[in-house]
């Protein structure tokens, strides 16, 4: 089945440490977008990559790094410069082709505590 | 920047009747898109309905069907026949018709459905 996966599905991190966030899609999708959501704050853009090697920051993107070395693959590094990473993300992609009224898939998300 | 601004938190609607959930947007574009995406509490976003700026016609999907009022820069969202299933956060998103950008999120309405 085609879609998006994201793993880990919980993920704990003590502070000072960096985590990766790994999200894998088979949509053959070439954009793809790293989201955060707090409670009452809606989904809010960290990083986005509309092609292979190539990625733009969003909104919130201090404290996060990301690749993109394959159309497959777009990890997150939270690192230990984001001074509050506790929070639910989200990655998503959609295929540009199809223009700006084509759906943006989303994975089921990966929860972030840190202890 | 654009904005998407929704400005009830939370709603309710008893099960079997309607509800309308509210969303207003900035934008100096002419062409752009705007959708509906529902979080159940599985977390998985999923896509309710959108609609090109460009069509005067309301964009309809079974009992989901919205009010656009393009001079207003308004975009509600009518749940027709409310159902237990319908409970959820919906968000409302923007996206411009210009170039490949990301959509912009509403800080999204927590709707229960009561029985």
């Known amino acids: 089945d085609g879609g998006i996966t994201q793993s880990p599905k919980y993920l704990f991190r003590k502070e000072g440490q960096n985590v990766t966030l790994s999200c894998e899609q088979n949509l053959n999708h070439d954009a793809m977008y790293w989201y955060r959501q707090d409670p009452g704050q809606g989904l809010r853009l960290i990083y986005y990559s509309q092609i292979v090697n190539d990625f733009q920051k969003g909104d919130i993107a201090e404290g996060y790094s990301v690749s993109r070395e394959k159309k497959e693959s777009f990890p997150l590094t939270v690192t230990s410069a984001q001074k509050n990473p506790t929070a639910f993300y989200l990655c998503?992609?959609?295929?540009?082709?199809?223009?700006?009224?084509?759906?943006?898939?989303f994975g089921p998300g990966t929860r972030l505590t840190v202890l | 920047a654009q904005t998407v601004t929704q400005s009830q938190p939370e709603m309710s609607v008893q099960e079997a009747e309607t509800v309308t959930l509210s969303c207003t947007y900035d934008?100096?574009?002419?062409?752009?898109?705007l959708f509906w995406y529902k979080q159940p509490p599985s977390r998985q976003m999923i896509l309710v309905i959108r609609?090109?700026?460009?069509?005067?016609q309301n964009a309809t999907e079974n009992r989901f069907s919205v009010n656009f009022q393009k001079a207003a820069k308004s975009f509600s969202l009518k749940i027709s026949d409310s159902q237990l299933g319908d409970a959820a956060m919906y968000f409302c998103?923007?996206?411009?018709?210009?170039?490949?950008?990301?959509?912009?999120f509403g800080k999204g309405t927590r709707l229960s459905v009561i029985a």
């Open positions: 609609q090109e700026a460009y069509k005067q």
């Open positions: 934008t100096s574009e002419s062409d752009y898109y």
């Open positions: 998103a923007y996206r411009s018709g210009y170039g490949n950008t990301p959509l912009v």
């Open positions: 998503a992609s959609r295929d540009p082709s199809w223009g700006p009224q084509d759906t943006q898939y």
